[in-house]
T-cell receptor, first 107, second 112 residues
Framework: GIQVEQSPPDLILQEGANSTLRCNFS?????LQWFHQNPWGQLINLFY???GTKQNGRLSATTVATERYSLLYISSSQTTDSGVYFC?????????FGAGTRLTVKP | KAGVTQTPRYLIKTRGQQVTLSCSPI?????VSWYQQTPGQGLQFLFE???????NKGNFPGRFSGRQFSNSRSEMNVSTLELGDSALYLC???????????FGSGTRLTVV
């Protein structure tokens, strides 16, 4: 099956700092998404990005499908950005999740 | 619009029992996918239903089953519960292609 690797596993930032989260994958896919899981367990869809670049406020994402990686950028981080960020990918709705990056933003 | 609704939110069951979890998708969404989340294994895909048919299946034993009704609501059932089935069970709905994947708040199952 598809292998998904996320890095780094843990990240601690000071409020206001920028960060880049990486997702490497082993096979071609037509569905790649980034999610944020808050401390209460709710998973929020950040981006649907099987290829190209998208931006939403302080967040942006880039997927280079030919090189099988995706990046999530968080700028001017806030304490509310804390939580676990997951990359999930697959063909259609058979999604495989990475192990996640646990982000802690300190005030 | 209303989000994805999962019931119940919390559940405690005894080993050997069976359990049924419910997921009501966003109105108009025809695809419902189920996931198990544990600290050790992370988020694992269970199965996906689309228009009442199982379209994809993960690598779980036959004790885990599901179904989808004509109104797109879905249920998953776990029979002969084991301690290792303790987990957060999440469902997600989408129109079909997956680009509007929306998760519910989950059902936290504890098996004692």
């Amino acid at each position: 099956g598809i292998q998904v690797e996320q890095s780094p596993p843990d990240l601690i930032l000071q409020e206001g700092a920028n960060s880049t989260l990486r997702c490497n994958f082993s096979d071609s896919v037509n569905n790649l998404q980034w999610f944020h899981q808050n401390p209460w367990g709710q998973l929020i869809n950040l981006f649907y990005i099987p290829s190209g670049t998208k931006q939403n406020g302080r967040l942006s994402a880039t997927t280079v499908a030919t090189e099988r990686y995706s990046l999530l950028y968080i700028s001017s981080s806030q304490t509310t950005d804390s939580g676990v960020y997951f990359c999930a990918l697959g063909r259609n709705n058979d999604m495989r999740f990475g192990a996640g990056t646990r982000l802690t933003v300190k005030p | 619009k209303a989000g994805v609704t999962q019931t119940p939110r919390y559940l405690i069951k005894t080993r050997g029992q069976q359990v049924t979890l419910s997921c009501s998708p966003i109105s108009g969404h025809r695809s419902v996918s189920w996931y198990q989340q544990t600290p050790g294994q992370g988020l694992q895909f269970l199965f996906e239903y689309f228009s009442e048919t199982q379209r994809n299946k993960g690598n779980f034993p036959g004790r885990f089953s599901g179904r989808q009704f004509s109104n797109s609501r879905s249920e998953m059932n776990v029979s002969t519960l084991e301690l290792g089935d303790s987990a957060l069970y999440l469902c997600a709905s989408s129109l079909g292609s997956g680009d509007d994947y929306t998760f519910g708040s989950g059902t936290r199952l504890t098996v004692v």
